[in-house]
């Protein structure tokens, strides 16, 4: 059984920065490309990252480029997303998404629960 559960999500300070955690199991992590997607409140689900399933190609959403870093740790089974320079409009549910490849294509057949980001002063 798939299994993604995300943590790292709280509340923050406009400016600060968050490191989200995905720990995946129930599959061969190493071999799948992963994404997050955020919903903000009253909003539809926006992909925000992707990572191909060797760390060495990344896709990022223009609202979140050059303040998102998103990484993986193949031999922990963990995906992150590192937050900087966080703005009111980050304040969302993540998700960590599964790709049905190996290759990023913004297409996820798996999510995890969300954690919740807020961005307020």
């Known amino acids: 059984e798939v299994q993604l559960v995300e943590s790292g999500g709280g509340l923050v300070q406009p400016g600060g920065s968050l490191r989200l955690s995905c720990a995946a199991s129930?599959?061969?992590?190493?071999?799948?490309?992963m994404s997050w997607v955020r919903q903000a409140p009253g909003k539809g689900l926006e992909w925000v990252s992707a990572i191909n399933s060797g760390g060495g190609s990344t896709s990022y959403a223009d609202s979140v480029k050059g303040r998102f870093t998103i990484s993986r740790d193949n031999a922990k089974n963990t995906l992150y997303l590192q937050m900087n320079s966080l703005k009111p409009e980050d304040t969302a549910v993540y998700y960590c998404?599964?790709?049905?490849?190996?290759?990023?294509?913004?297409?996820?057949?798996?999510w995890g629960q969300g954690t919740q980001v807020t961005v307020s002063s």
């Open positions: 129930g599959f061969t992590f190493s071999s799948y490309a």
């Open positions: 998404a599964k790709e049905p490849g190996s290759y990023y294509q913004k297409i996820n057949d798996y």
